[in-house]
């Protein structure tokens, strides 16, 4: 089976094919940094990884991009208008607006790093790219996409044919539902900023344009991903609220400059809600990495419970399901660590290793179907519990953990503990304890089981009257 994902510009699945053999130009919309990245941006983010990775097991090298968005971003995206939401920061924190960004920027790469993403290939900030973005919007302005009212430039959405095809909004409708004090600058209700000037705001640029201009967000993408990726690329990323107007309002600019299809797949997350709502800073629950960790979780604990849900499926986080998923964990922990002490036993159950690494593949290359590729490592999980799987077998059970382990990027496979020394000396004290058991002294078999207990190890009499143990 091929890798199908769900592109939403189509609305189907499709087969993954890229425009250059082997490798896939990526661009995943990062972090506005006017604030701590949350848990929702990270099912975003995690995802995009996910996908990278999985694309990596494909065999593509992949070209990943993740902007982060220092400027332009408005507080109110659907009408265009409002003030810039770093400068709203900037304001609130008394500090300057570069400051926030740095700071914030700063925060979210630690904060991949410690959720376990692999580094993409640039995280450019749409500050360094105003020349490309001038260039585009110039361009817009003499093919007559673009026009200028003083030293503002608008698209003009009703020059672009296709405008609304991927979110299915229609200009007449656009039109007719307009909310927004209409802005009179504006042609079209529907326009929205290429380039806005005023004198007041913090982050400014002198250009063609005049002396007091900053960029439409929208317009930060379309530069960003030409700039390192070329005119057309592979796949776009978002969370969902990113369909319309951004992503609806890139592939207008883009494809109006080029001439050429922008992106060939769409890929959106669902949002994540928490405790069955919206993340909102008014009811406290805007969660970040070090809230969690602040908790006692591990950072894998959130990257599994953010990864585990298909990422076109609603999430509703809670506290519960972190907790959960650390519990998983350790079932997965626990299945490495008695795999590695059945490796030199009598091969057996390679059969259901193959069944459940094909169901693992298959469902990663049905659009990243996570929830059942985890399901085949849990059946499997009961196999060797079931002492169906040893030797060659758990051999084989142990690659798969591996090969699942670089698209989750979530297990520990290491041998726990302190190596060979100390697991023969565990050997010792727990043939010891069957010694005792054997010769009915109860009370020997139990401060022996104490003191293993007391090491952390746990020991489980099996079927055939032996005994296997494992770390806690
Ligand atoms: P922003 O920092 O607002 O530009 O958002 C960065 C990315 O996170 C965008 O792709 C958003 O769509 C995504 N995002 C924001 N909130 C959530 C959420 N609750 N769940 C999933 N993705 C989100
Ligand atoms: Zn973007």
New binding site residues.
């Given amino acids: 089976m091929s890798f199908q994902v769900y592109n939403s510009f189509s609305k189907k699945k499709e087969p993954f094919e890229p425009l250059s053999e082997g490798v896939v130009r990526m661009y995943n ?4 940094v006017y604030s701590r ?1 949350h848990i ?2 990270w ?3 995690l995802f995009a990884d996910l996908l990278r990775r999985w694309l990596e097991h494909e065999g593509y090298e992949v070209r990943q991009v993740m902007n982060i ?1 220092d400027v332009g ?1 408005l507080t109110d995206e659907m009408a265009d208008e409002g003030e810039d939401k770093i400068e709203a920061q900037a304001r609130r924190e008394g500090v300057d607006p570069w400051k926030i960004s740095e700071t914030y920027a700063g925060q979210f790469l630690a904060d991949a790093v410690t959720l376990g993403c692999k580094e993409a290939m640039v995280y450019p900030r749409a500050s360094d790219h105003v020349p490309q973005m001038v260039e585009m919007i110039e361009a817009l302005e003499k093919s007559g996409h673009a026009y200028r009212t003083g030293e503002n430039v608008y698209f003009d959405v009703t020059s672009f044919e296709n405008y609304g095809a991927l979110s299915g909004n229609k200009i007449d409708e656009l039109d007719a539902g307009a909310r927004i004090e209409v802005n009179e600058e504006k042609r079209h209700p529907a326009d929205f900023a290429l380039w806005k000037s005023d004198e007041h705001h913090l982050q400014k640029w002198d250009t063609v344009f005049g002396p007091h201009g900053f960029p439409g967000w929208h317009i930060e993408c379309s530069a960003m991903a030409r700039a390192h990726l070329g005119d057309q690329i592979d796949i776009h990323t ?5 369909v319309f107007p951004h992503h609806e309002c890139e592939i207008a600019q883009s494809e109006a400059f080029t001439g050429e299809q922008f992106a060939r797949y769409w890929m959106h ?1 669902k ?2 809600q928490v405790d069955g709502g919206k ?1 909102s800073k008014s009811l406290g629950n805007v969660w970040n990495v070090d809230d969690v960790l602040e908790r006692g979780y591990e950072a894998r604990a959130l990257r599994f419970a953010l990864l585990r849900g298909h990422y076109r499926q609603p999430l509703n986080f809670t506290w519960d399901i972190l907790a959960e998923s650390a519990r998983a964990l350790e079932g997965l922990d626990d299945l490495a660590q008695r795999l590695l002490r059945k490796v030199d036993g009598e091969d057996a159950g390679e059969e259901e290793v193959a069944a459940a690494a094909t169901e693992f593949r298959d469902s990663m290359n049905d659009d990243l179907n996570v929830p059942k590729a985890v399901a085949a490592l849990f059946t499997l999980r009961g196999e060797v519990l079931e002492g169906a799987v040893e030797g060659a077998g758990a051999q084989a059970a142990l690659d798969l953990l591996a090969e699942a382990d670089a698209v989750l990027g979530v297990l520990e496979l290491e041998p726990a503990g302190g190596g060979a020394e100390e697991d023969a000396e565990i050997d010792a004290l727990v043939a010891a304890r069957n010694a005792a058991r054997d010769a009915k002294d109860w009370a020997e078999a139990d401060r022996v089981r104490d003191e293993l207990n007391a090491r952390g190890i746990v020991v489980e009499d099996t079927a055939d009257g032996g005994s296997s143990w494992f770390r806690k």
């Fill in positions: 919309c990062g972090p506005t990245v929702g941006n099912r975003a983010f968005t971003h978002g969370g969902e609220d990113n997350t949002f994540l993340m």
